[in-house]
Every structure is written in structure tokens, then in C-alpha cells.
């Protein structure tokens, strides 16, 4: 029998993919609410690296086997990420280390247009991955304009990006998804708002990627960047630009290597098992609205969409779905502790605009206490600033231990979350 939307579901079958949610954590199968650091990999992606090791092992466009190899899995994960993002082609799929290294990379190629008086746009909202790449530009005689959030619901305030916008923005840096507070901020409003100014757009996705489907064509976001390994893949960055943006711009390269787009983008060997790794996960998401039943489905309206990437919007639309339950059950469990300071949206009405990332402190414990108090009984959940700089500086937080963070994934449970808030209310 399927279940029906707003019905409980039986994840068995979900959870059985990844051998790692099995693990035995203080007597009990470990719970793991640090997704936002790192999700769980999907085994799918360790027989595809495996694999690779197995029968692929090689450097890059070599006249024998393995190479052939090699190169047919690089094409194959380039493909299976432009299907995921609806990008127009497999050639505007950039790999590298991490989403931080890839946008120093084109922070520096970007760089090289920027000219005195330039300025550019980064958020209080943003990971440091979104803000520090760009400050640089200050050397180069640019001026760099923060956009603010609106407190305590931490979500950004467009009138504060409206009056920061103007006819010398070049760039504006913001992102999908906060990886402190869930905020998801309205990116069409903010695309549109910043290519009225005449502003180029560079999306940090790396925290909305694992929960909702991402259409680069429906935003027109000139850059967008994410990482494999926060959507259940192994360690790998990747970006996304428009053509004719990385085609025109220079970026830092060795001269043998090709000037062609996007290899002139992926400086020296690069990780080829973690390309077939993130290729198999993107299967995954691809093949995860059967695993949830018809009945999940239902709720995807397709819209032009056919083969792999109908399948991917399905997939993330059924874990959009059922990760806002699992949100708000979270929630409703979190708001009867009278002592919690919750940071984000609150208000459940708004909760469309947020994902399933929470922060909060209490006086009971400091953060780290609280996420050491969890791990000893089994719960994995994180603590600090997690890199949100900006963010935990305005709310007061940095330098005091910063928050507790709770990062929800697709094979969570309620299950898990009463245990969370059984351990939570044990504390006195
Ligand atoms: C929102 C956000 N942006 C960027 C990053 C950096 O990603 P990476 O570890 O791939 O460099 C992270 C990592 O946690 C993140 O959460």
C-alpha cells in the first residue's frame, strides 16, 4: 500500500540504501542530524567508486581502455548533474574540490573584469564559501555591500538588497539556502531584481540542493555551485554558469590544458571516482519518488520535462514534500521547550520559505555541551557558526559558542526526532 501525502511512511525500504544509517551509535542505530555538514552515502555511490577503481582507473583522453573509460564516466556525471539542475548543456557543469575552492576560482577569473568603483553584493545569510571569495575585490578598488537579514526570523530583507543594488553592481552573491537556519530566500525575485541592475548572479545551492528540485533555467542564475556530498554523494564541487560567461572569462589554468569550456575550468587531475560517485547519486535522486510510493507523486505537476529529469523533479519534489512534515514535526517538538531561543522562521504559515535546518540555544547547556550531551546517547548534531560568519555576528552569537544545529534529511524519521526531543527534555 502507498502512503499518502501527510500520511506516516514506512522509510525501511529508503533507509536499507544507506549502509551507514545502520551503524551502531551508544546501544542504539545512530541518528544522524548533521546532514548539513555531510549527508550519508547512498550505496549506489560506493559501488560506483568501487567501480571506477575497478575498471576505470586512469588518467583523462588516453588511447586505451581504462582512459576511454575514464573519459565516458566524466561525460556521463556531467550529464547527470545538468539533468539535476535542468542546466541547457552537460559543457556548463564545471567539477572541482569543493564549492569553496571552485568559487575562489572564479572569484579570481571574475576578478580579472572588476574594475575600481565595481561593487559587489554578498549576504549576512551567506555561508563565509559566499562571502570571502568576493571580498577580495576590495584590493582591486571594488566596494563591497552586505545585505541584511530581518531578526529573529533570519530571513533576507529585499528592501535592504533593493537599496544596495545600483547601476555599478557587477555582481550579486547570495544564498538558496542557509546552512545555520534553514532560510530559503525568494531567488526569482532576487535574480530578477539584480539583472534589472544589470548585476551577473552567483547562487550557493549547496544547502538547498539536497531538498528541493532546482530548475538554473527558471532562476536564469548566471553561476550557481553545489556539492556532492551534501546530497548523499562522495566529496566533490560543482558549478554551473551560463555559456557564454565561462567561455568569456579567464580563469587561472596550466597552457597545455584545454582552453575548451568547461575543462579550462577544472584545474589538473580531477577526482574521477567521485564524478562516478556523484553520477550514481544522482540516480538515486532520480529513482527515489518510486521508493516513496505513487501516492508521493502525485503532488509534481511536470512541466516539460522527460526521461532523467522528470524523474529528478519527482524525486526532489517527494523529499520537498515529505521533508517539510518532518520539518514541522521537528518544530512542534522544539517550540515546547519554554527556554529555547530558536533562530529563523517560526511562524509555521511562512514555513515554505524554509528547509528543514534548525538552530537554537538554550541556557541548559552551551551548544557544544548540548551536541556532546546528543552524540554520548547516539544523536550526531553540530555546533559553532558552522562557517555562517555574518550570520552568527548579527545574531550575537559568534564568540559565545554560536547555536545547536539540527539538519534534517530524507531518510529521517519521527521517530528519531521524539527520540531528539526525549534526550532534549531529559536535561535539567
Ligand atoms: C551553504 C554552504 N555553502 C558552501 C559550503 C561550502 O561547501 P564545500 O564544503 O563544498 O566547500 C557549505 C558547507 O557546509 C555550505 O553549507
Given at each position: 500500500m502507498t502512503a499518502k501525502i501527510g500520511e506516516q511512511l514506512d522509510l525501511t525500504p529508503v533507509r536499507a540504501e544507506f549502509p551507514s544509517l545502520a551503524m551502531n551509535a551508544a546501544?542504539?542505530?545512530?541518528?544522524?542530524?548533521?546532514?548539513?555538514?555531510?549527508?550519508?552515502?547512498?550505496?549506489?555511490?560506493i559501488e560506483a567508486i568501487a567501480n571506477y577503481y575497478l575498471t576505470s582507473n586512469s588518467n583523462t583522453g588516453g588511447a586505451f581502455l581504462t582512459s576511454q573509460r575514464s573519459d565516458e564516466q566524466i561525460t556521463g556525471a556531467r550529464e547527470a548533474i545538468a539533468d539535476l539542475l535542468n542546466a541547457p548543456s552537460a559543457r556548463q557543469i564545471v567539477f572541482g574540490p569543493n564549492m569553496t575552492t571552485l568559487t575562489f576560482n572564479l572569484a579570481r577569473a571574475f576578478g580579472r573584469t572588476i574594475r575600481p568603483g565595481d561593487e559587489i553584493i554578498v549576504t549576512t545569510l551567506d555561508h563565509d564559501a559566499n562571502v570571502a571569495p568576493w571580498l577580495y575585490y576590495e584590493e582591486l578598488g571594488a566596494v563591497i555591500k552586505v545585505v541584511d537579514v530581518t531578526t529573529p526570523d533570519c530571513t533576507l530583507d529585499l528592501d535592504s538588497l533593493r537599496s544596495a543594488l545600483s547601476d555599478k553592481t557587477r555582481l550579486v552573491a547570495v544564498t538558496a539556502a542557509s546552512n545555520a537556519v534553514g532560510t530559503t530566500p525568494d531567488m526569482a525575485e532576487i535574480i530578477s531584481l539584480s539583472h534589472a541592475a544589470g548585476a551577473k548572479v552567483f547562487v550557493d545551492a549547496v544547502q538547498y540542493a539536497p531538498h528541493a528540485p532546482i530548475d538554473v533555467q527558471a532562476l536564469d542564475c548566471d553561476f550557481l555551485a553545489c556539492s556532492a556530498y551534501k546530497f548523499f554523494g562522495p566529496h566533490l564541487g560543482i558549478l554551473y554558469g551560463k555559456l557564454e560567461l565561462l567561455e568569456e572569462l579567464n580563469p587561472y589554468k596550466v597552457r597545455p590544458a584545454s582552453n575548451a569550456v568547461p575543462n579550462k575550468w577544472e584545474t589538473g587531475t580531477q577526482n574521477h571516482e567521485g564524478m562516478a560517485g556523484t553520477a550514481a547519486a544522482v540516480n538515486y535522486l532520480a529513482g527515489v519518488g518510486q521508493r516513496f510510493g505513487q501516492a508521493w507523486q502525485e503532488k509534481y505537476v511536470g512541466q516539460n520535462f522527460t526521461g532523467r529529469r522528470l524523474d529528478l523533479k519527482t524525486g526532489m519534489s517527494v523529499i520537498k514534500t515529505y521533508e517539510q512534515q518532518l520539518a514541522l514535526h521537528m518544530f512542534d517538538g522544539l517550540r515546547t521547550f519554554r527556554d529555547f531561543q530558536i533562530y529563523g522562521i517560526t511562524d509555521k504559515a511562512l514555513f515554505d520559505q524554509r528547509g528543514p535546518?534548525?538552530?537554537f540555544t538554550w541556557p541548559r547547556l552551551t551548544p557544544r555541551q548540548t551536541s556532546e550531551y546528543l552524540g554520548q546517547h547516539g544523536v550526531f548534531t553540530w555546533s559553532g557558526n558552522y562557517y555562517a560568519l555574518n550570520l552568527m555576528e548579527r545574531l550575537g552569537l559568534e564568540g559565545h559558542g554560536g547555536a545547536v544545529r539540527i539538519g534534517l534529511a530524507h531518510y529521517n524519521t519521527t521517530e528519531e526526532i521524539d527520540y531528539l526531543l526525549n534526550l532534549l527534555e531529559a536535561v535539567k
Amino acid at each position: 500500500m502507498t502512503a499518502k501525502i501527510g500520511e506516516q511512511l514506512d522509510l525501511t525500504p529508503v533507509r536499507a540504501e544507506f549502509p551507514s544509517l545502520a551503524m551502531n551509535a551508544a546501544g542504539r542505530t545512530a541518528v544522524f542530524f548533521d546532514n548539513p555538514g555531510g549527508t550519508q552515502v547512498h550505496k549506489g555511490v560506493i559501488e560506483a567508486i568501487a567501480n571506477y577503481y575497478l575498471t576505470s582507473n586512469s588518467n583523462t583522453g588516453g588511447a586505451f581502455l581504462t582512459s576511454q573509460r575514464s573519459d565516458e564516466q566524466i561525460t556521463g556525471a556531467r550529464e547527470a548533474i545538468a539533468d539535476l539542475l535542468n542546466a541547457p548543456s552537460a559543457r556548463q557543469i564545471v567539477f572541482g574540490p569543493n564549492m569553496t575552492t571552485l568559487t575562489f576560482n572564479l572569484a579570481r577569473a571574475f576578478g580579472r573584469t572588476i574594475r575600481p568603483g565595481d561593487e559587489i553584493i554578498v549576504t549576512t545569510l551567506d555561508h563565509d564559501a559566499n562571502v570571502a571569495p568576493w571580498l577580495y575585490y576590495e584590493e582591486l578598488g571594488a566596494v563591497i555591500k552586505v545585505v541584511d537579514v530581518t531578526t529573529p526570523d533570519c530571513t533576507l530583507d529585499l528592501d535592504s538588497l533593493r537599496s544596495a543594488l545600483s547601476d555599478k553592481t557587477r555582481l550579486v552573491a547570495v544564498t538558496a539556502a542557509s546552512n545555520a537556519v534553514g532560510t530559503t530566500p525568494d531567488m526569482a525575485e532576487i535574480i530578477s531584481l539584480s539583472h534589472a541592475a544589470g548585476a551577473k548572479v552567483f547562487v550557493d545551492a549547496v544547502q538547498y540542493a539536497p531538498h528541493a528540485p532546482i530548475d538554473v533555467q527558471a532562476l536564469d542564475c548566471d553561476f550557481l555551485a553545489c556539492s556532492a556530498y551534501k546530497f548523499f554523494g562522495p566529496h566533490l564541487g560543482i558549478l554551473y554558469g551560463k555559456l557564454e560567461l565561462l567561455e568569456e572569462l579567464n580563469p587561472y589554468k596550466v597552457r597545455p590544458a584545454s582552453n575548451a569550456v568547461p575543462n579550462k575550468w577544472e584545474t589538473g587531475t580531477q577526482n574521477h571516482e567521485g564524478m562516478a560517485g556523484t553520477a550514481a547519486a544522482v540516480n538515486y535522486l532520480a529513482g527515489v519518488g518510486q521508493r516513496f510510493g505513487q501516492a508521493w507523486q502525485e503532488k509534481y505537476v511536470g512541466q516539460n520535462f522527460t526521461g532523467r529529469r522528470l524523474d529528478l523533479k519527482t524525486g526532489m519534489s517527494v523529499i520537498k514534500t515529505y521533508e517539510q512534515q518532518l520539518a514541522l514535526h521537528m518544530f512542534d517538538g522544539l517550540r515546547t521547550f519554554r527556554d529555547f531561543q530558536i533562530y529563523g522562521i517560526t511562524d509555521k504559515a511562512l514555513f515554505d520559505q524554509r528547509g528543514p535546518t534548525f538552530a537554537f540555544t538554550w541556557p541548559r547547556l552551551t551548544p557544544r555541551q548540548t551536541s556532546e550531551y546528543l552524540g554520548q546517547h547516539g544523536v550526531f548534531t553540530w555546533s559553532g557558526n558552522y562557517y555562517a560568519l555574518n550570520l552568527m555576528e548579527r545574531l550575537g552569537l559568534e564568540g559565545h559558542g554560536g547555536a545547536v544545529r539540527i539538519g534534517l534529511a530524507h531518510y529521517n524519521t519521527t521517530e528519531e526526532i521524539d527520540y531528539l526531543l526525549n534526550l532534549l527534555e531529559a536535561v535539567k
